[in-house]
């Protein structure tokens, strides 16, 4: 402790010698701050004390650790010894027992907050390795001349409170960590971190075959001469690499078949994952298969045979059939009428078996007995033709002879198509008609077709009430049309008579100039609204092609509602009066639900004394679907009505086709139960 008696150079000579202390008393702060304001300056010393656990406003502190492991073999696991470790600020070398230790290594990594993260990257160097391999004068059997390997040194630090917690932790509170009287965290040092390394010795081998396919049993027994064989780099068995394996991927051996398809690779690397792949070529290979395999151990083979089924299998790459890359003509076009080409490019050549055959004598099993040519039309039927491969077998030719104004069509199934791996063909391009490519085309010569005229001709006798629901369309023939494309749409209607269109859909192509189109109904879901169904017409000339539409025609339901018989009539309070007198009429068709429950549409005539009731005096109308049940005040009972000429006269009453109620169902006589 630095004395308080003297002069002020005595002091600063004190100090000066003690500049390397960490601890200071609180009386000694006092004493060096007196002294740094007397002398104006303060002592190295002084410093020292900012890293002390008791001052509040202390130096960052770097933790340091100390690095220590064990380098063997990775095969027998003795020690290596005299290898050279190195982290680049510090090295040494494995002794006798394969242990080494590098000292004050500054902490990578904040094991608390995980706020710092870093690592050491070892090197080992085995070229001076005296045991159990004498790396200077052995030449079979030695360790790879590095060895890589990375290692963390974590620290954490004392608080006198609680820690400040990882700030990215939601669960965490942030608001009184780190709290205490010194604002200081003691770090800790002194920590250890360990870092083993294992090395395999370049003493293993592999002996192996490369057969056929191993999905076809004709190949599977099948040596492949010739084939090339890669060793390539998977991982350690013990983590991280060395300059015996290279990185993941490294090729560390190449091999090629004799004749019997076998193979030979010595000195890897013991105790090691590899990759083992074996290719019919290294420019374009087509066939190939892999595996991983372990290493044995020193002087040890494994062997890859076809009786242990572990051997390597030359299976195609082929994922992909021979695909139509290209048709002609367009499909869609237009061509001029005679002598015509279609063809079928392939993306690589089809197999010439059976299927792809094209002898007219064998028909009935192969491609020319298959493939379909067709004239489209009224006299239409199929078209004599020819067929031819191309040399390669890439490009199929349809040869067929086509007339003036007319539609064509090419069927080719791809059914037995294959290519020399036995991979499907498939449509590419094409057009497809199931699993047959189709190409279509025209040739000149169809004038376009003049515009129709068309007439509905039962448009005011459509009703839905007793479901005559189809409309009767006709036109007269049009100049170019050898047919006809029927197209309509359905409309919904609403009660305040808008509507909102559809789309048009084709329904029928007649030959002739008029068709027949059943609607079905003219009521939509429910009943609650109504549908109509706008129509019209084009001609088809000899091309396929279509002229302009015709006028539109709609068909609706075109008749009102009516009363039917079977109506009810009720009344109640019998012995007094007035009389309450219920009316319920039945009509045949579903009703426009805002003039059906309109009381002005309602008389009724010799249900009271004087005979005539007014719409004022009648109390309720009820209207659900097709039924309205009225509600009116009389004198009669129902007895006396049954015997007096009493009606009800319905007007203005709509159905939801919105058509006003039939003259010949509006009068109901209640006494007869009669609708006239």
Not at 629 to 648: F, P, Q, R
């Amino acid at each position: 402790m630095v004395s308080s008696r003297g002069t002020g150079q005595t002091q600063l000579n004190i100090k000066l010698k003690e500049k390397k202390m960490v601890k200071e008393t609180w009386s000694s702060c006092l004493m060096v701050g007196l002294l740094f304001i007397a002398l104006g300056g303060c002592t190295e010393g002084d410093r020292a004390t900012q890293t002390s656990i008791s001052s509040p406003s202390a130096s960052a502190f770097q933790p340091k650790g100390t690095i220590q492991g064990k380098v063997r073999d990775t095969v027998t696991l003795q020690p290596i010894v005299n290898a050279l470790v190195s982290i680049g600020l510090a090295k040494t070398t494995t002794d006798e027992q394969g242990q080494y230790i590098l000292e004050n290594v500054p902490a990578t990594t904040d094991a608390l907050n995980g706020t710092i993260n870093g690592k050491y990257d070892i090197t080992v160097d085995l070229r001076g390795v005296t045991s159990p391999v004498n790396m200077a004068s052995a030449f079979t059997g030695r360790y790879p001349d590095f060895r890589y390997q990375d290692v963390e040194v974590k620290y954490t630090s004392l608080h006198d409170s609680s820690p400040c917690p990882d700030p990215s932790d939601d669960n965490d509170s942030l608001d009184d960590c780190g709290a205490n009287n010194t604002n200081h965290d003691t770090p800790v040092d002194g920590l250890v971190a360990n870092a083993d390394v294992n090395v395999g010795k370049l003493a293993s081998n592999i002996k192996g075959v490369v057969a056929g396919c191993s999905e076809s049993i004709g190949d599977f027994f099948t040596p492949v001469p010739g084939a090339t064989v890669t060793l390539s780099a998977y991982y350690s068995m013990y983590g991280g690499g060395n300059s015996g394996t290279g990185s993941y991927g490294n090729v560390v051996a190449t091999a090629v078949t004799n004749a019997n398809g076998e193979f030979t690779i010595n000195n890897i690397e013991a105790g090691q994952y590899f990759t083992i792949e074996a290719v019919n070529s290294t420019t374009t290979p087509t066939k190939k298969d892999s595996s991983t395999v372990a290493t044995p151990s020193d002087g040890q083979t494994l062997f890859l045979l076809v009786q242990d089924n572990n051997a390597l299998h030359l299976c195609t790459t082929d994922a992909h059939g021979p695909t139509i890359t290209a048709v002609s003509p367009e499909p869609g076009s237009d061509q001029a009428a005679g002598p015509t080409d279609v063809t079928f490019t392939f993306s690589e050549p089809v197999k010439q078996n059976v299927a792809a055959g094209i002898d007219p004598s064998n028909a009935d099993n192969n491609l020319f007995g298959s493939i379909d040519v067709e004239f489209l039309g009224n006299k239409g039927g199929n078209v004599p033709y020819t067929l031819t491969w191309n040399a390669s077998s890439t490009i199929l030719t349809v040869s067929f002879t086509t007339g003036t104004s007319g539609v064509y069509e090419v069927f080719l199934p791809l059914d037995g198509l294959v290519d020399e791996n036995l991979i499907p063909a498939a449509l590419g391009v094409c057009p497809s008609d199931g699993n047959n490519c189709l190409v279509s085309f025209t040739t000149n010569g169809g004038p376009v077709p003049a515009t129709p005229v068309l007439t509905l001709v039962n448009a005011g006798g459509l009703n839905e009430a007793n479901k005559n629901t189809t409309g009767i369309f006709d036109w007269p023939q049009v100049s170019g049309a050898k047919t006809y494309n029927m197209y309509c749409r359905t409309d919904q209607i609403y009660f305040d008579g808008s509507v909102q269109l559809g789309t048009f859909e084709l329904v029928s192509s007649p030959e002739v100039s008029n068709e027949d189109i059943f609607f079905g109904t003219f009521l939509g879901a429910g009943g609650q609204h109504a549908l109509q169904y706008a129509c019209k017409v084009r001609g088809v000339n000899s091309d396929k092609v279509e002229g302009p539409d015709s006028n539109t025609k709609t068909a609706k339901d075109a008749i009102g509602p009516k009363m039917v018989k079977d109506s009810i009539v009720y009344t109640e309070n019998s012995d007094t009066v007035p009389k309450v007198i219920g009316v319920q009429i039945s009509f045949n068709e579903p009703l426009d639900e805002t003039t059906a429950e309109t009381i002005g549409n309602y008389l009724f005539s010799g249900i009271t004394d004087p005979p005539a009731v007014t719409a004022a005096e009648q109390t309720t109308v009820f209207v659900t679907g097709n039924t309205v049940i009225l509600t009116v005040n009389g004198t009669k009972t129902l007895d006396e009505l049954k015997a007096t000429d009493s009606t009800l006269t319905v007007t203005g009453v709509k159905d939801v086709s919105l058509n006003t109620i039939a003259a010949d169902g509006d009068v109901y006589h209640l006494d007869k139960n009669v609708v006239d």
